[in-house]
Protein backbone atom coordinates (compact mmCIF):
# COMPACT_ATOMS: atom_id res chain seq x y z
CA UNK A 1 0.00 0.00 0.00
CA UNK A 2 1.37 3.35 -0.89
CA UNK A 3 2.18 5.40 2.29
CA UNK A 4 -0.55 8.40 1.15
CA UNK A 5 -2.83 5.39 1.07
CA UNK A 6 -2.37 5.04 4.95
CA UNK A 7 -5.44 7.23 5.47
CA UNK A 8 -8.76 5.71 5.28
CA UNK A 9 -12.04 7.61 5.56
CA UNK A 10 -15.32 5.92 6.30
CA UNK A 11 -18.88 7.78 6.85
CA UNK A 12 -21.23 5.59 8.97
CA UNK A 13 -18.44 4.47 11.13
CA UNK A 14 -20.31 3.06 14.32
CA UNK A 15 -22.07 -0.31 13.71
CA UNK A 16 -22.36 -2.71 11.12
CA UNK A 17 -20.64 -2.72 7.95
CA UNK A 18 -18.92 0.47 8.47
CA UNK A 19 -17.52 -0.60 12.21
CA UNK A 20 -16.27 -3.81 10.92
CA UNK A 21 -14.31 -1.57 8.34
CA UNK A 22 -12.98 0.97 11.23
CA UNK A 23 -12.00 -2.44 13.18
CA UNK A 24 -9.78 -3.82 9.86
CA UNK A 25 -8.37 -0.75 8.86
CA UNK A 26 -7.01 0.01 12.00
CA UNK A 27 -5.60 -3.47 12.78
CA UNK A 28 -3.89 -2.88 9.35
CA UNK A 29 -2.15 0.52 10.93
CA UNK A 30 -4.28 3.17 8.96
CA UNK A 31 -5.30 6.19 10.30
CA UNK A 32 -8.91 5.87 10.50
CA UNK A 33 -11.35 8.67 9.86
CA UNK A 34 -14.90 8.01 10.23
CA UNK A 35 -17.99 9.44 10.88
CA UNK A 36 -21.27 8.84 13.10
CA UNK A 37 -24.00 9.63 15.14
CA UNK A 38 -23.33 7.91 18.76
CA UNK A 39 -22.09 10.54 21.47
CA UNK A 40 -18.47 8.11 21.68
CA UNK A 41 -17.35 5.74 19.51
CA UNK A 42 -17.50 1.99 20.23
CA UNK A 43 -13.90 1.27 19.61
CA UNK A 44 -12.29 4.92 21.20
CA UNK A 45 -10.09 5.55 22.48
CA UNK A 46 -7.63 4.58 20.24
CA UNK A 47 -4.21 6.63 19.22
CA UNK A 48 -5.16 6.19 15.53
CA UNK A 49 -8.91 6.69 15.16
CA UNK A 50 -10.69 10.61 15.00
CA UNK A 51 -14.55 9.98 15.15
CA UNK A 52 -16.55 13.31 14.32
CA UNK A 53 -19.88 13.13 15.27
CA UNK A 54 -22.07 13.75 12.23
CA UNK A 55 -25.92 13.95 11.06
CA UNK A 56 -26.31 13.63 7.23
CA UNK A 57 -29.83 14.57 7.47
CA UNK A 58 -28.33 17.81 8.06
CA UNK A 59 -26.51 19.38 5.17
CA UNK A 60 -25.05 21.93 6.81
CA UNK A 61 -23.55 20.08 9.76
CA UNK A 62 -22.43 17.45 6.97
CA UNK A 63 -20.50 20.75 5.57
CA UNK A 64 -18.98 21.39 8.28
CA UNK A 65 -17.82 17.83 9.45
CA UNK A 66 -16.36 17.54 5.58
CA UNK A 67 -14.28 21.02 5.88
CA UNK A 68 -12.60 19.86 9.14
CA UNK A 69 -11.87 16.35 7.89
CA UNK A 70 -10.04 17.90 4.80
CA UNK A 71 -8.39 20.61 7.44
CA UNK A 72 -6.94 18.09 9.50
CA UNK A 73 -6.66 14.87 7.33
CA UNK A 74 -5.74 14.23 3.11
CA UNK A 75 -7.60 10.40 3.38
CA UNK A 76 -6.08 8.55 0.58
CA UNK A 77 -9.34 6.07 0.52
CA UNK A 78 -12.76 7.72 1.14
CA UNK A 79 -15.43 4.98 1.90
CA UNK A 80 -18.64 6.35 1.33
CA UNK A 81 -20.75 3.42 3.57
CA UNK A 82 -23.48 5.64 6.02
CA UNK A 83 -27.04 4.80 5.23
CA UNK A 84 -30.31 3.57 6.05
CA UNK A 85 -33.10 1.50 5.50
CA UNK A 86 -35.98 3.51 4.17
CA UNK A 87 -38.27 4.41 7.58
CA UNK A 88 -41.88 3.51 6.95
CA UNK A 89 -43.46 6.44 6.73
CA UNK A 90 -42.50 9.65 4.95
CA UNK A 91 -39.89 11.77 7.08
CA UNK A 92 -38.62 15.22 5.86
CA UNK A 93 -35.12 16.53 6.83
CA UNK A 94 -34.59 19.45 8.35
CA UNK A 95 -33.38 20.41 4.92
CA UNK A 96 -36.78 19.87 3.38
CA UNK A 97 -36.06 16.53 1.56
CA UNK A 98 -36.76 13.05 1.97
CA UNK A 99 -34.74 11.30 4.62
CA UNK A 100 -33.55 8.43 2.84
CA UNK A 101 -32.80 10.52 -0.36
CA UNK A 102 -30.49 12.75 1.58
CA UNK A 103 -28.78 10.45 4.57
CA UNK A 104 -28.06 7.68 1.87
CA UNK A 105 -27.04 9.48 -1.18
CA UNK A 106 -27.00 13.66 -0.87
CA UNK A 107 -25.21 14.03 1.85
CA UNK A 108 -22.11 11.75 0.73
CA UNK A 109 -22.22 13.75 -2.68
CA UNK A 110 -21.56 17.38 -0.84
CA UNK A 111 -18.88 15.40 1.43
CA UNK A 112 -17.28 13.85 -1.47
CA UNK A 113 -17.34 17.13 -3.65
CA UNK A 114 -15.87 19.25 0.04
CA UNK A 115 -13.24 16.21 -0.31
CA UNK A 116 -12.21 16.46 -4.15
CA UNK A 117 -12.00 19.77 -4.28
CA UNK A 118 -9.74 20.24 -1.38
CA UNK A 119 -7.70 17.22 -2.85
CA UNK A 120 -3.79 18.42 -2.78
CA UNK A 121 -2.36 18.00 -6.29
CA UNK A 122 -0.81 14.77 -7.15
CA UNK A 123 -2.47 13.06 -3.89
CA UNK A 124 -4.32 9.70 -4.88
CA UNK A 125 -7.34 9.24 -3.05
CA UNK A 126 -9.79 6.28 -3.95
CA UNK A 127 -12.98 6.51 -3.40
CA UNK A 128 -15.07 3.64 -2.87
CA UNK A 129 -19.71 3.56 -2.70
CA UNK A 130 -21.17 1.20 -0.76
CA UNK A 131 -24.67 0.57 -2.56
CA UNK A 132 -26.93 -2.49 -2.59
CA UNK A 133 -28.86 -4.77 -4.65
CA UNK A 134 -31.53 -2.83 -4.58
CA UNK A 135 -30.12 -0.13 -7.08
CA UNK A 136 -30.30 -3.34 -9.80
CA UNK A 137 -34.35 -1.92 -9.75
CA UNK A 138 -34.27 1.79 -8.78
CA UNK A 139 -36.35 3.82 -10.67
CA UNK A 140 -34.68 5.50 -13.51
CA UNK A 141 -37.11 8.27 -14.04
CA UNK A 142 -34.70 9.95 -11.78
CA UNK A 143 -37.10 12.29 -10.00
CA UNK A 144 -36.86 13.90 -6.51
CA UNK A 145 -39.80 13.48 -4.37
CA UNK A 146 -40.68 15.55 -1.58
CA UNK A 147 -44.28 14.76 -1.43
CA UNK A 148 -44.95 12.62 1.20
CA UNK A 149 -48.41 11.14 -0.62
CA UNK A 150 -46.19 9.39 -3.26
CA UNK A 151 -43.95 8.37 -0.80
CA UNK A 152 -42.92 3.93 -0.93
CA UNK A 153 -39.54 2.89 0.84
CA UNK A 154 -38.78 0.65 -1.29
CA UNK A 155 -39.01 2.57 -4.09
CA UNK A 156 -36.85 5.27 -1.94
CA UNK A 157 -34.40 3.23 -0.69
CA UNK A 158 -33.82 1.51 -3.81
CA UNK A 159 -33.44 4.66 -5.48
CA UNK A 160 -31.29 6.03 -2.84
CA UNK A 161 -28.75 2.67 -3.65
CA UNK A 162 -28.96 3.84 -8.06
CA UNK A 163 -28.02 7.38 -7.02
CA UNK A 164 -25.10 5.99 -5.41
CA UNK A 165 -24.30 3.72 -8.37
CA UNK A 166 -24.80 6.61 -10.94
CA UNK A 167 -22.28 8.77 -8.31
CA UNK A 168 -19.48 6.77 -8.96
CA UNK A 169 -19.72 6.87 -12.53
CA UNK A 170 -20.28 10.05 -12.98
CA UNK A 171 -17.90 11.58 -10.49
CA UNK A 172 -15.28 9.80 -12.68
CA UNK A 173 -16.43 12.16 -15.55
CA UNK A 174 -16.49 15.37 -13.42
CA UNK A 175 -12.59 14.56 -11.95
CA UNK A 176 -10.62 12.61 -14.33
CA UNK A 177 -7.29 13.13 -13.05
CA UNK A 178 -5.47 9.73 -13.10
CA UNK A 179 -4.59 9.36 -9.71
CA UNK A 180 -8.17 9.60 -8.24
CA UNK A 181 -10.07 6.06 -9.00
CA UNK A 182 -14.11 5.88 -8.00
CA UNK A 183 -15.87 2.17 -7.79
CA UNK A 184 -18.76 1.15 -6.34
CA UNK A 185 -19.44 -1.93 -4.46
CA UNK A 186 -22.40 -3.73 -4.19
CA UNK A 187 -22.20 -6.08 -0.69
CA UNK A 188 -25.15 -8.56 -1.42
CA UNK A 189 -27.35 -9.27 1.60
CA UNK A 190 -25.35 -9.17 5.18
CA UNK A 191 -26.14 -8.74 8.96
CA UNK A 192 -25.99 -5.44 10.19
CA UNK A 193 -28.54 -2.49 12.23
CA UNK A 194 -30.20 -1.02 8.60
CA UNK A 195 -33.37 -2.27 10.20
CA UNK A 196 -33.38 0.48 13.29
CA UNK A 197 -35.66 2.56 11.64
CA UNK A 198 -38.22 0.12 11.14
CA UNK A 199 -41.31 -1.41 12.99
CA UNK A 200 -40.73 -3.72 15.45
CA UNK A 201 -41.55 -6.64 13.71
CA UNK A 202 -39.36 -5.96 10.80
CA UNK A 203 -36.38 -5.68 13.27
CA UNK A 204 -37.58 -9.00 15.09
CA UNK A 205 -37.95 -11.06 11.68
CA UNK A 206 -34.25 -9.19 10.85
CA UNK A 207 -32.59 -10.52 13.44
CA UNK A 208 -33.68 -14.40 13.27
CA UNK A 209 -32.56 -14.32 9.40
CA UNK A 210 -29.43 -12.13 10.59
CA UNK A 211 -27.32 -15.61 11.38
CA UNK A 212 -28.04 -17.03 7.91
CA UNK A 213 -26.59 -13.63 6.28
CA UNK A 214 -23.21 -12.95 5.35
CA UNK A 215 -20.97 -11.79 8.39
CA UNK A 216 -19.88 -8.13 7.78
CA UNK A 217 -16.44 -8.65 8.68
CA UNK A 218 -16.41 -10.66 6.02
CA UNK A 219 -17.94 -8.10 3.31
CA UNK A 220 -15.17 -5.44 5.19
CA UNK A 221 -12.34 -8.15 4.31
CA UNK A 222 -13.79 -8.35 0.52
CA UNK A 223 -14.01 -4.45 0.38
CA UNK A 224 -10.44 -4.12 1.29
CA UNK A 225 -9.30 -6.50 -1.50
CA UNK A 226 -10.82 -4.90 -3.85
CA UNK A 227 -9.59 -1.77 -2.96
CA UNK A 228 -5.67 -3.09 -2.96
CA UNK A 229 -6.91 -4.28 -6.26
CA UNK A 230 -4.73 -3.01 -9.27
CA UNK A 231 -7.06 -4.05 -12.20
CA UNK A 232 -9.84 -1.59 -11.30
CA UNK A 233 -12.06 -0.10 -14.03
CA UNK A 234 -13.28 3.49 -12.54
CA UNK A 235 -16.77 4.32 -12.62
CA UNK A 236 -17.73 0.76 -12.16
CA UNK A 237 -19.75 -1.24 -9.69
CA UNK A 238 -17.88 -4.70 -8.22
CA UNK A 239 -20.47 -7.10 -6.41
CA UNK A 240 -19.09 -9.51 -3.46
CA UNK A 241 -17.35 -11.66 -6.10
CA UNK A 242 -15.41 -8.82 -7.24
CA UNK A 243 -17.40 -9.16 -10.90
CA UNK A 244 -18.21 -5.85 -12.88
CA UNK A 245 -22.41 -5.29 -12.28
CA UNK A 246 -24.54 -3.21 -14.76
CA UNK A 247 -25.76 0.11 -13.54
CA UNK A 248 -29.58 0.67 -15.02
CA UNK A 249 -29.32 3.46 -17.77
CA UNK A 250 -31.67 6.43 -17.24
CA UNK A 251 -30.95 8.58 -20.61
CA UNK A 252 -28.27 11.34 -20.96
CA UNK A 253 -31.52 13.85 -20.44
CA UNK A 254 -32.85 12.77 -17.54
CA UNK A 255 -29.02 12.28 -16.04
CA UNK A 256 -27.88 15.25 -16.93
CA UNK A 257 -31.49 16.87 -15.08
CA UNK A 258 -31.11 15.13 -12.31
CA UNK A 259 -27.49 16.23 -11.08
CA UNK A 260 -28.32 19.84 -11.85
CA UNK A 261 -31.27 19.34 -9.85
CA UNK A 262 -29.10 17.79 -6.86
CA UNK A 263 -25.80 20.65 -7.31
CA UNK A 264 -28.70 23.29 -6.47
CA UNK A 265 -29.61 21.72 -3.48
CA UNK A 266 -26.39 21.59 -1.89
CA UNK A 267 -24.95 24.69 -4.02
CA UNK A 268 -24.95 26.88 -0.85
CA UNK A 269 -23.02 24.08 1.49
CA UNK A 270 -20.15 24.29 -1.34
CA UNK A 271 -19.86 27.90 -1.11
CA UNK A 272 -19.51 28.53 2.77
Known amino acids: MHPQELSVLITGGTSGLGLELVR ?63 PPEFIATGNGLEYTFQVNFLAHLLLNEII ?27 VISTEPQKYKPWKAYSGSKLYLALMCRYLRTKYPDPVLRFIGFDPGIFSSGIYRMQKKWFGLMYRIGAPFMRNPAKV ?19 DYR ?31
Open 116 to 142: LGNNPPGHGLKNVTITSMAYRVGDTDL
Open 24 to 86: MYLQKGFEVITTGRRPVHPLAPHKKLTYYLTDFSDLGGTSETARLICKNHHPGIVINNAGILS
Open 220 to 238: AHRIGELIESKNLTDGSVY
Open 242 to 272: NRIRTVPEAGKKAEARFWDECYELIGMYLET
